[in-house]
């Protein structure tokens, strides 16, 4: 069974960073690409990046672009996402998924807070 575990989220002033990891079991994860998505109270999930399977591929949201990194460690089976330079904008819930034969499979997301 595909489970994906998100860590690393808290509350950081503007303009600080933060380091969210999802640790992805019951698949061969470097067969998939990742992604990441951030939800807003009473709104849909967005997405904000994505790796290729070997991590030779990303892109990103324009509103992050520039000041998030997606990476991934195939060893650890686990996705990154670097956010640098945070802005109140980006508070919202966190999450990774993969796209595993046809199904997404969400993580449990973590909080990010960012004070003004």
């Known amino acids: 069974q595909v489970q994906l575990v998100e860590s690393g989220g808290g509350l950081v002033q503007a303009g600080g960073s933060l380091r969210l990891s999802c640790a992805a079991s019951?698949?061969?994860?470097?067969?998939?690409?990742m992604h990441w998505f951030r939800q807003y109270p009473g709104k849909e999930r967005e997405f904000v990046a994505h790796i290729s399977r070997s991590g030779e591929y990303t892109n990103y949201a324009n509103s992050v672009k520039g000041r998030f990194t997606i990476s991934r460690d195939n060893a650890k089976n686990t996705v990154y996402l670097q956010m640098n330079s945070l802005q109140p904008e980006d508070t919202a819930v966190y999450f990774c998924?993969?796209?595993?034969?046809?199904?997404?499979?969400w993580g449990q997301g973590t909080q990010v807070t960012v004070s003004s």
């Open positions: 998924h993969v796209l595993y034969f046809h199904v997404g499979y």
């Open positions: 019951g698949l061969t994860f470097s067969n998939y690409g």
